[in-house]
Nanobody, 115 residues
Framework: QVQLVESGGGLVQPGGSLRLSCATS????????MSWYRRAPGKEREWVAT???????AYEDAVKGRFTISRDIAYNTVYLQMNGVRPEDTAVYYC?????????WGQGTQVTVSS
C-alpha cells in the first residue's frame, strides 16, 4: 500500500522558517521524482518544487532562493525547507511521488504565515 504522509506545517510569522516532511512507503523511492505543490485559499493547486532521482532540483519562481527541496533515501522522505516565508505562502502543501507512469499524493499539511 502506497502512503505519503506530510508533516511539519503550522503557524509561522512572516520571515520565519518551517521544514515540511513527506514520509513515503510502498513506492520505489530511489527512482521516484518527488514534488511539492500547494493550494492557497481560493486558488488552484500550483507546483512549488521538484527533486529527481539524480537530485536535480527545480523551483517555482516565487519560492526560488527561499525554499529548498531535498530527499533522504535512508528514510524514504522528502523535505521542503521554507525560509523567509511570506503571507502569500499560506496554503495547504502536498507532496507528490511520480514513479514511472504512476502518481501518488499525500493528504496535505497546512502552512499559515501570519503575525
Amino acid at each position: 500500500q502506497v502512503q505519503l504522509v506530510e508533516s511539519g506545517g503550522g503557524l509561522v510569522q512572516p520571515g520565519g522558517s518551517l521544514r515540511l516532511s513527506c514520509a513515503t512507503s510502498g513506492i520505489n523511492f530511489r527512482i521516484a521524482i518527488m514534488s511539492w505543490y500547494r493550494r492557497a485559499p481560493g486558488k488552484e493547486r500550483e507546483w512549488v518544487a521538484t527533486i529527481t532521482s539524480q537530485d536535480t532540483t527545480a523551483y517555482e519562481d516565487a519560492v526560488k532562493g527561499r525554499f529548498t527541496i531535498s530527499r533522504d533515501i535512508a528514510y524514504n522522505t522528502v523535505y521542503l525547507q521554507m525560509n523567509g516565508v511570506r503571507p502569500e505562502d499560506t496554503a495547504v502543501y502536498y507532496c507528490k511521488a511520480a514513479v514511472l507512469r504512476d502518481e501518488y499524493w499525500g493528504q496535505g499539511t497546512q502552512v499559515t504565515v501570519s503575525s
